[in-house]
């Protein structure tokens, strides 16, 4: 079966079905919609043949479905029904995910990803060069992501390492804590892929 794959960038959306060597792209925009991809897709795709579709999309992805809208595109990617706008069995994963999907072979395989890539979203980019990956570099450059964070906090006066979303996770955890250490099987009301990662964490740890 041919698969449909879709690259959603701030720059252009690139298209490529499998056995194709070139792939075809079309403009995108800081509106674009589902429906305005779809329109787009089915413009340079409608004498191709392909039994499913497969897209990077430009934010967090969880069961095969965008947690949040994309920050430079448009809004109606969370909720939209891609397998009924396609016609066809959709896979969703996060853009950077299909990249090192796209790129791997055989084996073990260590995928970096630094940020955007270039030129996406027409917007400046750093190119990080260096002679081999070692764990010597590879510190270098967390180093060098946290100090661009801290200096980004001290020039704006706020605190880099304590943003919005750190607040929610300090109180989920303490939540989430007691259920990891109890002897006795926890009820659970939190959302099906934390449930599903403390039961995993409580099996490896020997309780029920």
Same mark, same amino acid.
């Given at each position: 079966?041919? #698969?449909?794959?879709?690259?959603?960038?701030?720059?252009?959306?690139?298209?490529?079905?499998?056995?194709?060597?070139?792939?075809?792209?079309? *403009? /995108?925009?800081?509106?674009?919609?589902?429906?305005?991809?779809?329109?787009?897709?089915?413009?340079?795709?409608?004498?191709?043949?392909?039994?499913? #579709? /497969?897209?990077?999309?430009?934010?967090?992805?969880?069961?095969?479905?965008?947690?949040?809208?994309?920050?430079?595109?448009?809004?109606?990617?969370?909720?939209?029904?891609?397998?009924? *706008?396609?016609?066809?069995?959709?896979?969703?994963?996060?853009?950077? *995910?299909?990249?090192?999907?796209?790129?791997?072979?055989?084996?073990?395989?260590?995928?970096?990803?630094?940020?955007?890539?270039?030129?996406?979203?027409?917007?400046?980019?750093?190119?990080?060069?260096?002679?081999?990956?070692?764990?010597?570099?590879?510190?270098?450059?967390?180093?060098?992501?946290?100090?661009?964070?801290?200096?980004?906090?001290?020039?704006?006066?706020?605190? /880099?390492?304590?943003?919005?979303?750190?607040?929610?996770?300090?109180?989920?955890?303490?939540?989430?804590?007691?259920?990891?250490?109890?002897?006795?099987?926890?009820?659970?009301?939190?959302?099906?892929?934390?449930? /599903?990662?403390?039961?995993?964490?409580?099996?490896?740890?020997?309780?029920?």
């Amino acid at each position: 079966m041919k #698969v449909l794959a879709i690259d959603i960038g701030g720059t252009y959306v690139k298209l490529l079905v499998t056995g194709q060597k070139e792939h075809s792209e079309f *403009a /995108s925009i800081p509106g674009l919609t589902p429906a305005m991809l779809l329109a787009g897709v089915r413009n340079l795709a409608k004498d191709w043949k392909y039994g499913a #579709v /497969s897209f990077g999309y430009p934010g967090p992805v969880c069961h095969n479905r965008p947690l949040a809208e994309p920050f430079n595109l448009g809004n109606g990617w969370v909720g939209f029904d891609y397998r009924a *706008a396609f016609q066809r069995p959709v896979k969703i994963i996060n853009d950077a *995910a299909m990249q090192g999907l796209g790129s791997y072979r055989r084996g073990r395989m260590l995928f970096l990803g630094l940020g955007t890539g270039l030129g996406s979203a027409n917007r400046p980019s750093n190119v990080i060069l260096a002679d081999r990956l070692t764990p010597e570099v590879l510190c270098q450059l967390v180093a060098l992501y946290e100090h661009s964070v801290f200096t980004q906090g001290a020039i704006w006066n706020v605190d /880099s390492f304590d943003q919005w979303g750190v607040e929610p996770g300090k109180i989920l955890a303490q939540r989430i804590v007691p259920e990891l250490e109890s002897e006795k099987a926890p009820k659970l009301k939190h959302d099906s892929s934390t449930n /599903s990662l403390i039961q995993r964490y409580r099996k490896m740890k020997g309780t029920k």
